[in-house]
């Protein structure tokens, strides 16, 4: 696990959140979480299903819409404004559980259509790119197949190097491998260790200990709306401090 | 104890047709019943009918004919004009053939090489029957101007991607440059009024620019539907719901009667026209359903992935959500172009003699009073050959998109 540089402690978090709150209809989904996330860290986020641990990170893309609070990412702030919310995406990548790839295109027109359409890149710099990104989560040769050809694990890969090719600051992971059979998790549990050693910020909602006591800076317990506890991740799985988080350890580790 | 001889298996698996025979059609007694069945039909309506083609029928009077089918009342010197479109046509459908058709997936080549052949073959044995036209040197020309078309597309392999671009290109102005063509243009060429449109000619030109035109509007329509201005979105809904609730017909008359009233004095618009825009309105209705449908069919993480790349509201829809949505509904949309190819027979109803509309003026000639049995059948013919072409190009679309995506 690399060391975030200490230096940067006076520089601004590269995302900021500030009591957000987000209710569906009545149910009140997000609770006034606050989170602040340095350039290279990589937080990992854990909690039992419906506590709003994939809402809250969707919000940071606007792929949910938060209601009370304030979003900051690289400097901009997450309003209505549509301007504002498009560079925000073109900064912030994700990953989905269900990998979302574009199944009317092969892997090399999934990556590169992003850059080429909004970076405005040329297809040839886009294709070099994607080249390269294919080579680094380890499949160069599935260029040409459609996703549809590919296993679970290869099409997450390709979902990871189709966000990078975006060269965003941010990368959102949300469950990555929750939809993979357990051969194919480790091998896009690499990729994202290698993605971490190379200093890019994450943060990941999943199910994974041994990444997140491997990889992670911080890991976050979410329950009910809001994080109940934070830290290091010996911190967190040795001596969790709330009691919620004691419960849902003693029932993830077995 | 085991002999060295061969013992054969019995005669029906060892032929292919004996074993075709068995499985197929005596497979079981209700398969046997049914064989029997099917040969009494085959024996006493196919064959009376072919008997009667061939022999009994008096084609006279579609030969004598064959130009008012054809173009209706289009003056003959200027029937050349008609000849190019179809020529046209020809050389744009051989390239397309080896650009695309007989590249296929899954095609073993020879099966889209042995249709091929038959088509070019088509158009010089329709020249020998006696048809009524002087035209074997044209049709000839078709056939291989096809051939040249086809040539091209597969002899010059390194310049594909030019051809495929000039061939898409020459798609698009086809159906702009045809009507250039045959309507003429101030003193370049001569005028032809577009009450002398007749026939097959208007039938297939009703056709296609009802597709051509409905298809923008229907996708419009859809996305409009779904749009947040309430504006837009209702203004969508009330379309779609009025025209779908109105017969054809009553859009025809309401095109013919009402789009005058709604241009100043000095504008006369064509009767065609007005045809025109009242098929392509009553399409668009039915077809921005038909998309609508294919939308509601394309995952949410789909639009979220895109969101998330960054793409904007259309560059969403055009790269990703509409290319998905509009393949899943090919099927429907067959289906939808060849009952708009169907449906323009009703033209007779206001006045504009297509296909069905000519057969029925060439009925009412003193001389071949009595032929609608031979007249109905040859424009049955022509209306069963283009719906099925329709439909046989419908089921290539499907193929291919079912090799290269989910």
Known sequence: MHEINTNSTNTPPIISCRDVHKWYGEFHALRGVNLDVKKGEVVVIMGPSGSGKSTFIRTINRLEVHQRGDIVVDGIELTHDVRNIEKIRSEVGMVFQSFNLFPHLTVMENITLAPVWVRKWKKEKAEEVATELLQRVHIPEQAQKYPGQLSGGQQQRVAIARALAMQPKVMLFDEPTSALDPEMIKEVLEAMSDLAESGMTMICVTHEMGFARNVAHRVGFFDQGNIVEIGPPDQIFRNPEQARTKQFLAQILH | MSSSSTVLPPPTERYAVLRWLKQNLLG???????????????????????????????????????????????????????????????????????LWISKSIGDTGGRSRLVGIILLLVPPLFALFPNGIESLPMLLSVSVLGLIGYLAATVLTTQQSLLKRLTTLGWIVYIPICYVLIRGLGDLLPVVSSNLWGGLLLTLLLTAVGIVLSFPLGVLLALGRRSQLPVIKWFCIAYIEVIRGVPLITVLFMAQLVLPLFLPQSIEIDRVVRAMAGITLFSAAYLAENVRGGLQNIPRGQYEAAEALGLNAVQKM?????????????????????????????????????????????????????????????????YWLISYTISALGKRLELRQQMSAI
């Open chain 2, 28 to 98: 079981s007694w209700r398969d046997v019943v049914l064989t029997l069945l099917g040969i009494y039909i085959v024996v006493n309506i196919v064959v009376p009918v072919v008997r009667w083609v061939l022999t009994e029928a008096n084609w006279a009077v579609v030969t004598t004919n064959m130009r008012l089918l054809m173009v209706g009342q289009y003056p003959i010197e200027q029937v050349w004009r008609i000849w190019a479109c179809v020529l046209l046509l020809a050389l744009l459908i051989g390239l397309s053939w080896g």
């Open chain 2, 318 to 382: 055009t790269l990703i959500i509409l290319p998905q949505a509009l393949r899943i509904i090919v099927p429907i949309l067959v289906g939808q172009f060849i009952s708009l190819f169907k449906d323009t027979s009703l033209v007779t109803i206001v006045s504009l003699l297509d296909l069905l509309g000519i057969a029925n003026t060439v009925l009412a000639q003193p001389n071949f009073i009595g032929t609608q049995r031979e007249v109905y059948f040859f424009i049955g013919v022509i």
